[in-house]
């Protein structure tokens, strides 16, 4: 059974840190880019972070770009995101995902970790 289990969510205040991981397992990841996608309440969800199966490359959206950090280990099999300095608007659920590419991470889904910002 494949699963992505992601965890490291919680409550912070603006300006603080948090380190998201996802962990895969029920098949080998090495060969799917994997990524980072969150959905704040009443918003569409919205592509974060991602990064392919080589590591060689990264998306990042223009929010997060230079406060949030996407890397994987080198088994392939879990993903990060670093989060610093954190705003408000960062609040909502975090969802981890792999795909064949980074900009189709649609084949694999994690339940989601909450993360929200206070002030």
């Known amino acids: 059974q494949v699963q992505l289990v992601e965890s490291g969510g919680g409550l912070v205040q603006a300006g603080g840190s948090l380190r998201l991981s996802c962990a895969a397992s029920?098949?080998?990841?090495?060969?799917?880019?994997m990524g980072w996608f969150r959905q704040a309440p009443g918003k569409e969800r919205e592509r974060v972070a991602a990064i392919s199966w080589t590591g060689g490359r990264t998306y990042y959206a223009d929010s997060v770009q230079g406060r949030f950090t996407v890397s994987r280990d080198i088994a392939g099999n879990t993903v990060y995101l670093q989060m610093n300095n954190l705003k408000l608007e960062d609040t909502a659920v975090y969802y981890c995902?792999?795909?064949?590419?980074?900009?189709?991470?649609?084949?694999?889904w994690g339940q989601g970790t909450q993360v929200t910002v206070s002030s």
């Open positions: 029920g098949r080998t990841f090495s060969r799917y880019a």
């Open positions: 995902a792999a795909g064949f590419s980074i900009a189709t991470l649609n084949d694999y």
